[in-house]
């Protein structure tokens, strides 16, 4: 079974600063990663997401992601955080599917406070 | 830029009672999902939805539970007799094959 881990529940961070968000994934077979972040009150957005190809992909927002299969790890960066980037992170995996989304597996989420 | 629409955002309803989520994905979409978060918890996939049928299921998708497709536009989730414990919020989201979009999600109080 797949299953999803962000080992960090609360990330605080100075404005400015950088960033990193971790996630473990465990999975039988070529992962499709996904990140999404949920701010208060709204829905999933997602910010970037890992299907193939180059192991660092690029989102929105200045994010990114690196996957590394040796380590089943698919962290989320940002060299900068600014205020408005506080709220909840989801990392998730699904497989390879015609949907690309069925039984999407997220994790517990990180929740991001930006301090001035 | 097309999203998915939910209504609504939030309901409330009597324990026993059933409840209807309602969503329009984006239009050219083929795939088509709802999950829920209970407050405090992670999103949980319940079912995936393609060519007119339940493509995936997950274990809280029981027999309470039922989608449709009525019209070729809207996509909903029924709930039959609620209770408590599904008090959470409730997302759609469609797919056209390698991405989901959300939609803003249906927040159920079941009282």
């Known amino acids: 079974a797949q299953s999803v881990t962000q080992p960090d529940i609360h990330i605080t961070v100075s404005e400015g600063a950088s960033l990193e968000l971790r996630c473990n994934y465990s999975y039988g077979a070529t992962p499709y990663l996904f990140w999404y972040v949920q701010s208060p009150g709204q829905g999933l957005q997602l910010l970037l997401k890992y299907f193939s190809g180059d192991t660092l992909v690029q989102g929105i927002k200045g994010f990114e992601a690196e996957f590394k299969r040796s380590q089943s790890s698919f962290n989320l960066r940002k060299p900068s955080v600014h205020w408005s980037d506080a709220a909840e992170y989801f990392c998730?995996?699904?497989?390879?599917?015609?949907?690309?989304?069925?039984?999407?597996?997220f994790g517990k989420g990180t929740h991001l406070i930006i301090q001035p | 830029e097309p999203e998915v629409t939910q209504t609504p955002s939030h309901q409330v309803t009597q324990m026993g009672q059933e409840v209807i989520l309602r969503c329009v994905p984006i239009?050219?979409?083929?795939?088509f999902y709802w999950y829920r978060q209970i407050l405090g918890q992670k999103v949980e996939f319940l079912v995936s939805?393609?060519?007119?049928?339940?493509?995936?299921k997950s274990e809280i998708f029981d027999d309470q539970f039922s989608v449709e497709r009525p019209d070729g536009s809207n996509f909903t989730l029924k709930i039959r007799s609620t209770k408590l414990e599904d008090s959470a919020m409730y997302f759609c989201a469609s797919s056209l094959g390698t991405e989901a979009f959300f939609g803003q999600g249906t927040r159920l109080t079941v009282v």
């Open positions: 998730a995996v699904g497989r390879d599917s015609g949907g690309g989304a069925d039984g999407l597996t």
């Open positions: 239009s050219n979409h083929l795939y």
């Open positions: 939805f393609y060519n007119n049928e339940i493509s995936e």
